[in-house]
């Protein structure tokens, strides 16, 4: 079916078997929001779960929650995700943030290669993942060094190498990195890797067991619509488990938490990540935003992503041949995470016009436009009217 009228767009979403996911989500009137990749929006689901949790959870059953449910919510929300990323339910644990959560990981994985002194990772990875590798390393005495590309880190592996740390989708190309492969090249040097999947998760198929992963973290409030600051999910490879040691023991990762006993024994399993008394709230909002996903195939769900954003680019072909407009995202749409990157001199000023005509979008340092093209909620009316803005001011500019 070809998307070049605005009328074809539209018949395309009357037939897309997706179509109404949208319902569960309260968009507000008047906008096309292209930060789903961001921050989620609210969903019918995720209002009515934190409401129970409020009303009968915490209101009527007080206390009593704690062992009839909420207690297990860290590791119930792990098991609901790892079919997302292609884990093992017992692999996924929800718990704090992604950034605390890098943290964890970078710390236990490099106490299992003690030998191994050097982190490796890309100069553009996200700002949280380089700020936490920096300090890790520095408490941990390893030393991190900053690939410019992939040739330069596949080079860098070596038997000093302890493990690499690298972002599944980059946050500002939206380029995915070949997890199989990179992943593999680290395993023969004898490293280990960490993924972070916060712009992939819901958006991009992961198949962590596929690709023999170590571990990997990851937000829920951007694709999966957690809600504002979201529980992070932690992955490890079953069979790494009884090995690893994350430094920030608190009781909720103890083996007997209520033996309170005076000295740390990691629980069994994927549970020794936890740490401190989990926000039962954030949890609750999760919980429901993940019922969205039970009634979506995934495979159409992720088909779907790659149809809007080769329509957006297609839309936007013109501006791109006449070098008005760059494409800051890969072509190859195999390569490609949700979102679209869009680069050009006054990238903060389109975004701002945009935004006035109610077509969200952000900008991201030093000339890019993102849009966040988020299959559970965005119609291709939506990118067609988005192209056609960003068209209007561009050509006018
Ligand atoms: C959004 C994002 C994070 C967020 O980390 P928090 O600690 O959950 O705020 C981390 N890494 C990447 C790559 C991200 O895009």
């Not at 040691?245 to 309170?260: D, K, S």
């Not at 992720?302 to 407009?325: A, M, V, Y």
Request: aromatic share 8%.
């Amino acid at each position: 079916m070809s998307m070049t009228t605005r009328e074809e767009c539209q018949r395309r979403d009357a037939a897309d078997p997706l179509a109404r996911v949208r319902d569960y989500f309260l968009l507000p009137e008047g906008i096309i929001y292209l930060l789903g990749n961001s921050l989620g929006p609210l969903s019918i689901p995720s209002a009515q779960r934190v409401k129970h949790a409020l009303d009968v959870e915490w209101g009527e059953q007080l206390l009593r929650s704690w062992p009839d449910g909420w207690w297990d919510l860290p590791v119930a929300l792990g098991r609901r995700l790892a079919r997302l990323i292609g884990a093992r339910p017992e692999e996924v644990l929800v718990t704090d943030s992604t950034s605390v959560d890098i943290f964890k990981l970078v710390v236990a994985a490099a106490r299992l290669r003690p030998n191994r002194r050097v982190i490796v990772t890309y100069e553009n990875n996200f700002p949280t993942d380089l700020y936490i590798l920096d300090e890790a390393a520095a408490l941990t005495g390893l030393e991190v060094r900053r690939a410019k590309d992939r040739g330069a880190l596949i080079e860098a592996l070596d038997e000093s190498v302890a493990l690499i740390e690298l972002t599944h989708v980059d946050y500002r190309t939206a380029e995915m990195a070949p997890m199989v492969e990179i992943t593999k090249a680290a395993h023969d040097a004898g490293a280990l890797v960490i993924w972070d999947l916060a712009h992939s998760i819901g958006a991009v198929p992961v198949d962590l067991s596929a690709a023999d992963a170590d571990f990997a973290v990851g937000c829920t409030y951007k694709y999966l619509n957690g809600g504002p600051g979201a529980p992070a999910f932690v992955f490890a490879a079953a069979r790494l488990h009884d090995e690893l040691h994350q430094p920030l023991t608190g009781w909720h990762g103890h083996a007997r938490p209520f033996g309170f006993e005076p000295t740390y024994e990691p629980a069994s399993g994927i549970r020794r990540f936890s740490t401190g008394s989990p926000p039962i709230l954030s949890y609750a909002a999760l919980d429901g935003a993940l019922d969205v996903f039970e009634a979506v195939d995934l495979g159409a769900l992720f088909e779907k992503s790659r149809t809007l954003s080769q329509l957006l680019i297609d839309r936007l072909e013109p501006l791109f041949s006449s070098g008005r407009l760059e494409l800051g995202s890969p072509r190859d749409v195999m390569v490609r995470g949700s979102h679209i990157a869009l680069r050009h001199a006054n990238a903060g000023a389109i975004v701002a016009q945009l935004e006035a005509q109610g077509v969200l979008t952000d900008f991201r340092d030093p000339d890019y436009i993102r849009l966040g093209l988020a299959p559970l909620f965005v119609r291709y009316a939506d990118v067609f009217d988005a192209a056609d803005a960003i068209t209007k001011i561009v050509g006018a500019a």
